[in-house]
């Protein structure tokens, strides 16, 4: 089989398919998206072609400052705390044997495929008065009396690493399972203790993974939506959750999307430096 | 011998913390009293029964099913001839339509809903049954085009070009040789696509939700009206559905070289 440049019809007929499906319903409603951005606003829920910039003007407000801040704020301290658990996790899971790794491995996606609806609901209840892990703890004689963790940042910070550790997880992944294991057990002959060993030589050759990793956890986290509201209070409530609001019950599309199109640009800033940053290290 | 211990022990705590909530939910799902407590008291399946004879639930289930396996198909639709086109031809342009493939999973889920919505507003299509499954099957394509990409780079090209010089022409050779080889990818394809779509929420609830319910809209708006244990019921019955799905995958198909780690043979 010769792999040439396809020619005529019959040869490129394959992809005519895809390429329709995403150009029609991928690309044109994100460029619609950016479109209505700049469009005005019409009372009563419309909006009409136009070039204005009032939309965007307008989350330059403290208000919607403030959101933004603590949005990139929360992702950042998930992408943390998340990367900092699944990579020793990660690490020690990739030398399991095979059945044990499938196990883990099915059991990580389930959790990664819960809705966050799911999620949200399971959290509340387990942080809740009446079904709560404070029970355990009253039982324990550790606490006087249950009580209720959650609404609060706590529960939502719980929430929000619980739905990103699979996710981390499987990033790593194939990064972990490619090490080169002689690396380590060089260091081990020449007597390294294997925590050391673990610092000094797959921690630092690991380091733009990690880099990469976290920022794609980042960008994972930015788009929860539903765990603010379920597990957090109003003043937890992120850019995503503002988006939806604006679009749905404030009406206010152009607004919406203003937002999202900010929200677009910082994602892809950063699903671009963690690509560099992978990069980087494959080079090396 | 410590080290094992500890490692075993952080290993199980892990394990604890994943698994907590939905334990707790399995045990409020069995509670005799409509209420949300735990320990259950008593023991009832009344809630699982009341999943399948109320009609507001069981239509959420049915719906989602529906719209699950309609927009994976549609998805693997989309992702086989492009995964196949890139692998059958050199056709470096082609490269950028899977990236655009890969796009909306990358970005928050908020903005492809938003996407959804403008588009479907302006078609005049917003609130169509339908375009939820159009929607997911776009928002979804990035599984199926992975686990295809995998499994055609799996295709040894020397089989190929066995069939190929003993005058197999194009779709002789896609039917009998190369099919075959990769429909393990196609099924996990599919099913990665099913699973997430079951479950998602936000790009269904822009695109169809005050017109259709599916599942985690009928859990969210259950949620605020009031807690009752048949949610807990359908979040045990679903997370049960997606272990059964993935393990089936692990079983069929060789999952860590799925997620990207080299065959121990290799």
Redesign the interface.
């Known amino acids: 089989m010769i792999r040439r440049a396809p020619r005529g019809l019959a040869e490129h007929a394959p992809i005519l398919f895809p390429a329709l499906m995403l150009v029609v319903f991928f690309v044109i409603p994100f460029s619609l998206m950016i479109a209505v951005s700049v469009f005005r606003r019409v009372p009563g829920g419309f909006y009409e072609p136009d070039l204005v910039f009032a939309n965007y003007e307008r989350f330059l407000t403290a208000f919607f400052g403030g959101v933004m801040s603590f949005s990139l704020g929360l992702a950042a301290l998930v992408a943390v705390l998340s990367v900092g658990i699944a990579f020793p996790f990660t690490y020690r899971l990739v030398k399991l044997p095979r059945g044990a790794q499938i196990r883990w491995l099915v059991f990580l996606l389930s959790i990664l495929s819960l809705s966050e609806v799911i999620i949200g609901f399971a959290w509340s209840t387990l942080l809740s008065r009446t079904a709560g892990i404070t029970n355990l703890f009253v039982a324990l004689g550790l606490m006087a009396e249950p009580q209720s963790l959650s609404p609060s940042f706590g529960a939502l910070l719980a929430g929000l690493v619980y739905q990103a550790f699979p996710y981390t997880v499987l990033v790593l992944y194939p990064a972990l399972a490619r090490l080169d294991p002689y690396l380590e057990e060089a260091a081990r002959t020449l007597g390294s203790s294997p925590l050391r060993a673990f610092f000094t030589v797959v921690v630092p050759g690991l380091r733009n993974t990690i880099v990469a990793t976290t920022i794609m956890v980042f960008v994972f986290a930015l788009g929860s939506y539903l765990l603010p509201q379920l597990l957090g209070r109003p003043q937890h409530w992120t850019l995503s959750v503002l988006i939806t609001d604006q679009a749905i019950y404030q009406s206010n599309m152009p607004f919406a999307a203003a937002m999202a199109v900010f929200l677009v640009l910082v994602s892809l800033a950063l699903v671009g430096l963690a690509l560099l940053a992978g990069r980087r290290e494959e080079t090396a | 011998m410590l ?1 094992r211990t500890l ?1 075993s022990l ?2 199980g705590l ?2 604890l ?2 698994a ?3 334990l ?2 399995a ?2 799902s069995v509670n005799e009293k409509k ?5 259950p008291q008593g023991f009832s399946l009344a809630w699982y029964a009341e999943v399948f004879t109320d009609p507001g639930w069981r239509g959420a289930l049915i719906t989602s099913l529906v719209v699950a396996t309609l927009s994976a198909a549609l998805a693997v ?3 086989f ?2 995964a ?2 890139l692998w ?4 470096p342009w ?1 490269r950028a ?1 899977e990236v ?2 890969m ?2 999973f ?14 479907w ?2 078609v005049g299509e917003y609130g169509s049954p339908w375009t939820v499954v ?2 997911h ?2 928002f979804f ?1 990035t599984l199926p085009l992975v686990t295809l990409s995998l499994g055609f780079g799996a295709v040894d ?1 020397s089989y ?2 066995a069939a ?1 010089t003993m005058g197999a022409d194009d779709r002789t ?1 896609l039917r009998t040789v190369v099919m075959p080889l990769v429909r393990p990818y196609v099924i996990s394809g599919f099913a990665f696509a099913f ?2 779509s ?5 790009v269904a609830y ?1 695109v169809v ?1 005050f017109t259709l319910e599916t599942l ?1 809209i009928k ?2 708006n259950a ?1 605020r009206y009031g ?1 009752t244990p048949t ?2 019921a359908v ?1 045990v019955l ?2 049960t559905l ?2 059964v799905v ?2 089936l ?2 079983w069929f198909g060789d ?2 070289r799925l ?4 065959a ?1 043979n290799d």
């Open positions: 080290m490692n952080i290993a892990i394990a913390v994943l907590a909530p939905i707790v939910v045990g409020v209420s949300l407590t735990f320990p639709l989309i992702a001839p492009l196949w086109f059958r031809w050199r056709a082609a339509f655009l493939g796009t909306p990358i970005l928050p889920p908020v903005i492809t809903a938003l996407g959804f919505l403008s588009f507003a302006a159009v929607s099957a776009v394509v090209r190929v070009e190929a050779v699973v997430l079951l479950n998602e929420y936000i822009m939700g985690p859990i969210f949620l807690y949610m807990a979040t679903f997370v997606t272990a993935f393990g995958i692990a999952l860590p997620l990207g780690a080299w121990k």
